[in-house]
C-alpha cells in the first residue's frame, strides 16, 4: 500500500493503482473521455490531467501509476484552463454540431465535459471539412464527424469482445477508425454485439434502431436479464411510454460484465410478430376473441375429462423460456394434476440430456464462468460459439491474446476454427472416439496427471485416429497442447450425446482439470427444466388433448406437424403464429420484457428478470395463465420450484437459497 | 443611474431565440422597467441608436454581407454584445450547409426540393446580399457573452438579462448552461 494526497486528502491505496482510481476512492471525480472504467488505461484524450507536486508538467492520471507520498491537486485554475483547452482542440478537430446529434442534451460525455468546466462556446471553429458517415451497417452508423478518436470502441472490441474488428488507421490529425482493413462497417468481420455504441463517449457510433428515440434520462431503465440463450447475460432494458427503445449491457452484472452479443442487444428489438392481447376461442370454426372466463370454461370442458387419463389424456409442452416458477407451476399441472405422461420442454431435452445422465452418475461435474478468466488453454467442443451462446464466445476471444491456446473439436463446421490453434473435425458421431484418442496421445506421451501413463496407448490412439478420421499426429499435437496446459477449460455444446460427454470428463480428469468443463444449455431456462425433468421427448400419439406453454418462444416447423389433427390444442401465447392459429382455445401471456422470474444460467447462477414494460389489460403472466387453468379443472399448480430443482443431481452447482 | 439600454437584431436564425425571450412571460416587465429596450425586430425601432447602447444582443449566425452589415453595426453601437442562440454561438444548423458549396446549397433550396421543380430558379437579384459559409458571430466581430442554447432556456436569457440591467456581468454555469 502506499500513501497519497489527493486534493488534501491522504489515503491508501494498493501499488499500481492510477492517480483516477485513487482520486475515485477519495470520493473526487475527475473528468475523462478515452478513460473507461472495463477498459485497460489509454492516455489518449489527455482530459484527466492533474498536477502533480515535483512533476514539471501536467499529468494524465488515467495512466500515471501513484507513488509513495505523492501529493496531487486535480482542480487548481492550471488543470482547469488546461481541460478547456483540450476540450477546444477535441471540438475543432471534427465536427461536432450539438443540435442534430442524438446524444446532445445529457448522453454525450464530451458535451458534459465541456458544460461541467463552464464553456459557453468553442474558441475556434469546426474542421468543417465533411467526414463521412458510414451507415453500411445493419444495427450500427459510425460518424466520423463526431468521433473524438478516444479509442475506447477499438479497444472494447478486442479487449471485451476479442473481434479486433476496429482499429485507427494513419497518424495525428489523419487518424481515422477503420474497420478492418478499411472496409465499410456493414461488410466488415463486426459481430454487431453493439459494445462500441455502449462506450462511445459521443455520438460516433450510435444504434440504428434507438437513435433519436430519446435521450437516456427521458427512458425509464429496468435491470434485467437476456433470455437469448443459456447464459443469463445481465441487461438495462430502456422504455419510454412502455414502449421498447434499447437494450444495454449492465456492467455489473455478474455474467457479462457489460458485453451483450446480437441476439441480446438488437434482435428483440426487430420483434415484428403481431401480439395476443385477448383470449381466443374456436366458435363455429373460427378463433374468435373472447373473455378468460369463456376461455377458461371451453378449456376446461374439454381438458377436465381427461385427467387421469395416461396416454389418451393430455400431452403437454412448454418453453425452455418460461420462468422457473412457470415452469414448476406447469409440472404440477400436467405431470402431478393431470398424471400426464407426455409433459416436457420444446427443447425435448436436446441440449440437457447427457449432462443430465452424466450427473446422475457422477454428481455436478462443471465450473462457473469465471473460470475462463485463468484458463491457459480453452477446448470447445461440440459448440459453434459463434452462433449460440456467443458471449461465451466473446469470453474465450478475448483470452487469446494473452496465450490462450484454443482447441476446437467438432463434428460439425464451426466459425471458431480459423482463431484455433488445433482444430480437429472427426468423422460424424465420432467426437467420442476422438477424444478417446486425445487421451490415449497424452498418455503416449506421459503427460497424463491422473491416471496411467504407457505404451498401451499407442495402439489406441491408432485405432482413435482410424475411426475418427483424423491424423494421429494431429491428436498427438492437440492433446499435448491440452496437457501442458496448467488450467485448461472445456466447453461443450448440445451436439454432445453421453458417450461424448463421458469422454470429454475423462480427459478432463487425465490432464487434472477434473471439474472444469461448461456446459452451453439452448435456452434460458434450459437447465431448470431439466432438473424438473421436463426433457422428454414429445410425442402426440393417442392423446386427446395437447397444452402448449408457448410464452413468447417461436413454435418449430416439427411441432406444428406434430399437432396438427390434435382433437383439442390449447396454447398460451404472446404471439400470434401458425400454432396459434391452429389452437382451439388461446390464452394471452406477457413477452419476455413484460415478465419477471427466474432463470438459472449456464453455471447454476439463479438470476432474476423484471418487468420492463406493462402488457395490455387482457394479458396474464404464464404463471397466472396457468394458475388459473388450474382452478378452472379443480387442480393444484402450486409448486415449490426451488425443492424441485433440487430432487435432481445436477451437472453444476446450483445456487438455491 | 440612467437605465442601461437593450437592443438586438436577428440574422440567420430561425427567430426562436427572440420566442424564447418572450417566453420569460411577465418577467418581460421586470425587464421593461430596468432597462430601456430600444429597436428590436419586435418592436417599432429597427435599427439601433446611432448614438448607441449599453447592450446588443443578436440571434443567428452570420450566412451573407447583409448579416455581415448587421452583425458590425450591432458591434458599433453596442458596449457589451450577447450572441444568443445556438446559431450565434457555434453557427448552429443552418452551418449544416457548409458541408456543401453554396451552389449546391442553393440547388437544393430552389430547384431540387419537394416543392420545388426544374423551373425553379436560383434568385440573381444583384442587389441581393451575397451569400457565404455559415459562421459563429465571433468569427466575424467580438462577441462579450455568449448564451448557448436552441433555443435559451427564457431563464437563462432571463438571468443574463436581469445580471446586465443591474450591471453584472452574467456568469452561466450550471442548469443555465446547456448546449442542444
Known amino acids: ?657 | 443611474m440612467a437605465k442601461p439600454k437593450i437592443s438586438s437584431d436577428w440574422m440567420c436564425g430561425c427567430a426562436g431565440c427572440h420566442m424564447s425571450l418572450l417566453d420569460i412571460d411577465e418577467r418581460i416587465l421586470t425587464i421593461a422597467e430596468l432597462t430601456d429596450i430600444r429597436a428590436t425586430p419586435i418592436t417599432d425601432l429597427k435599427e439601433p441608436d446611432e448614438s448607441g447602447v449599453d447592450v446588443g444582443i443578436l440571434e443567428g449566425g452570420i450566412n451573407n454581407t447583409a448579416n455581415e452589415e448587421v452583425a458590425h453595426r450591432m458591434r458599433k453601437r453596442c458596449k457589451l454584445l450577447v450572441a444568443l442562440g445556438d446559431c450565434a454561438v457555434f453557427g448552429g444548423v443552418p452551418a449544416m450547409r457548409n458541408f456543401f458549396t453554396i451552389e449546391e446549397a442553393l440547388r437544393r433550396a430552389y430547384v431540387e426540393t419537394e416543392s420545388t421543380d426544374s423551373e425553379g430558379k436560383i434568385p440573381s437579384d444583384p442587389e441581393l446580399a451575397r451569400m457565404t459559409r455559415v459562421r459563429a458571430i465571433h468569427e466575424v466581430v467580438p462577441v462579450d457573452i455568449f448564451l448557448p442554447g436552441c433555443p435559451p432556456d427564457p431563464d437563462a436569457i432571463f438571468y443574463v438579462l436581469s445580471e446586465l440591467a443591474q450591471g453584472r456581468k452574467p456568469e452561466l454555469k450550471g442548469d443555465l448552461l446547456h448546449w442542444r
Not at chain 1, 440430456?353 to 455436478?364: I, M, N, Q, R, V
Not at chain 1, 469470453?395 to 482444430?423: C, H, Q, Y
Not at chain 1, 435456452?523 to 431448470?528: G, P, Y
Request: glycine share 8%; with cysteine.
Open chain 1, 1 to 657: 500500500m502506499v500513501n497519497v494526497t489527493i486534493d488534501g486528502k491522504t489515503i491508501q491505496v494498493p501499488e499500481g493503482t492510477t492517480v483516477l482510481r485513487a482520486a475515485e476512492q477519495a470520493g473526487l471525480k475527475i473528468p475523462v473521455l478515452c478513460d473507461h472504467p472495463h477498459l485497460l488505461p489509454f492516455g489518449g484524450c489527455r482530459l484527466c490531467v492533474v498536477e502533480v507536486e515535483g512533476m514539471r508538467t501536467l499529468q494524465p492520471s488515467c495512466s500515471l501509476p501513484v507513488s509513495n507520498n505523492m501529493v496531487v491537486r486535480t482542480n487548481t485554475e492550471k488543470v482547469q484552463a488546461a481541460r478547456k483547452f483540450i476540450l477546444t482542440l477535441i471540438f475543432s478537430d471534427r465536427n461536432h454540431f450539438c443540435p442534430y446529434c442524438q446524444v446532445s442534451g445529457g448522453d454525450c460525455e464530451l458535451q458534459n465535459a465541456a458544460l461541467n468546466l463552464g464553456m459557453t462556446h468553442w474558441e475556434y471553429q469546426p474542421n468543417w471539412k465533411p467526414y463521412p458517415v458510414d451507415a453500411s451497417h445493419e444495427y450500427l452508423v459510425i460518424d466520423h464527424n463526431r468521433c473524438i478518436l478516444c479509442r475506447r470502441c477499438v479497444r472494447a472490441c478486442g479487449e471485451l469482445v476479442g473481434n479486433f474488428t476496429l482499429g485507427i488507421e494513419e497518424r495525428g490529425a489523419s487518424s481515422m477508425l477503420v474497420c478492418d482493413v478499411g472496409v465499410p462497417f456493414g461488410e466488415s468481420s463486426c459481430v454487431a454485439c453493439g459494445t462500441c455504441s455502449q462506450v462511445c463517449p459521443t455520438g460516433a457510433i450510435i444504434d440504428r434502431r434507438s437513435a433519436y428515440q430519446g435521450l437516456e434520462k427521458k427512458t425509464e431503465s429496468t435491470a434485467s436479464i437476456c433470455l437469448g440463450c443459456s447464459l443469463g447475460c445481465g441487461v438495462n432494458v430502456l422504455t419510454r411510454d412502455n414502449r421498447l427503445v434499447r437494450i444495454t449491457g449492465r456492467w455489473d452484472a455478474p455474467v457479462n460484465a457489460g458485453v451483450l452479443c446480437k441476439l441480446g442487444r438488437f434482435l428483440p428489438l426487430d420483434e415484428d410478430r403481431q401480439r395476443i392481447t385477448t383470449p381466443l376461442v374456436r366458435k363455429d370454426g373460427k378463433l374468435q376473441p373472447a373473455t378468460w372466463d369463456e376461455a377458461l370454461q371451453a378449456a376446461s370442458l374439454k381438458l377436465k375429462p381427461l385427467a387421469g387419463k395416461n396416454g389418451s389424456g393430455v400431452a403437454a409442452i412448454a418453453s425452455p423460456r418460461l420462468p422457473v416458477e412457470s415452469l414448476a407451476a406447469f409440472k404440477q399441472l400436467f405431470k402431478g394434476g393431470f398424471r400426464s405422461d407426455t409433459v416436457t420442454t420444446l427443447e425435448e431435452g436436446a441440449s440437457t440430456l447427457a449432462a443430465s445422465a452424466l450427473a446422475a452418475e457422477t454428481g455436478p461435474f462443471e465450473t462457473d464462468l469465471s473460470a475462463l478468466e485463468a484458463a491457459d488453454c480453452v477446448v470447445v467442443l461440440g459448440i459453434d460459439l459463434a452462433v449460440e451462446e456467443q458471449v461465451l464466445g466473446f469470453m474465450v476471444k478475448r483470452s487469446l491474446p494473452s496465450n490462450t491456446a484454443l482447441v476446437v473439436i467438432d463434428a460439425a463446421e464451426n466459425g471458431f476454427t480459423p482463431l484455433a490453434r488445433a482444430a480437429l473435425k472427426p468423422a460424424a458421431g465420432a467426437v467420442n472416439v476422438a477424444l478417446r484418442g486425445l487421451s490415449a496421445a497424452i498418455r503416449k506421451l506421459g503427460l497424463a496427471k491422473a491416471g496411467t501413463n504407457g505404451k498401451d496407448a499407442e495402439a489406441e490412439l491408432k485405432s482413435a485416429a482410424e475411426q475418427s478420421g483424423i491424423l494421429a499426429d494431429q491428436l498427438v499435437y492437440a492433446g499435448g497442447m491440452i496437457a501442458k496446459a496448467t488450467r485448461p477449460v472445456f466447453i461443450y455444446g448440445k451436439n454432445l450425446n453421453l458417450a461424448d460427454l463421458k469422454a470429454a470428463a475423462d480427459l478432463a480428469a487425465l490432464v487434472g482439470a477434473g471439474k472444469n468443463l461448461i456446459g452451453a444449455r439452448g435456452a434460458a431456462n434450459s437447465l431448470a427444466a431439466a432438473q424438473l425433468g421436463l426433457d422428454q421427448p414429445f410425442k402426440r400419439n393417442g392423446h386427446q388433448a395437447v397444452y402448449v406453454a408457448l410464452g413468447d418462444d417461436v413454435p418449430s416447423q416439427r411441432l406444428i406437424q406434430q399437432l396438427e389433427g390434435t382433437p383439442f390444442l390449447v396454447v398460451q401465447a404472446a404471439y400470434s403464429s401458425r400454432l396459434t392459429a391452429m389452437a382451439d382455445v388461446v390464452f394471452p401471456v406477457e413477452m419476455w420484457a413484460e415478465t419477471s422470474g427466474h432463470y438459472i444460467n449456464i453455471e447454476g447462477r439463479v438470476q432474476g428478470t423484471a418487468a420492463a414494460l406493462k402488457p395490455a389489460a387482457g394479458v396474464r403472466s404464464n404463471l397466472a395463465a396457468l394458475q388459473a387453468v388450474a382452478a378452472s379443472v379443480g387442480l393444484s399448480a402450486e409448486a415449490d420450484w426451488q425443492a424441485a430443482l433440487a430432487e435432481r443431481k445436477a451437472p453444476v452447482a446450483l445456487a438455491l437459497s
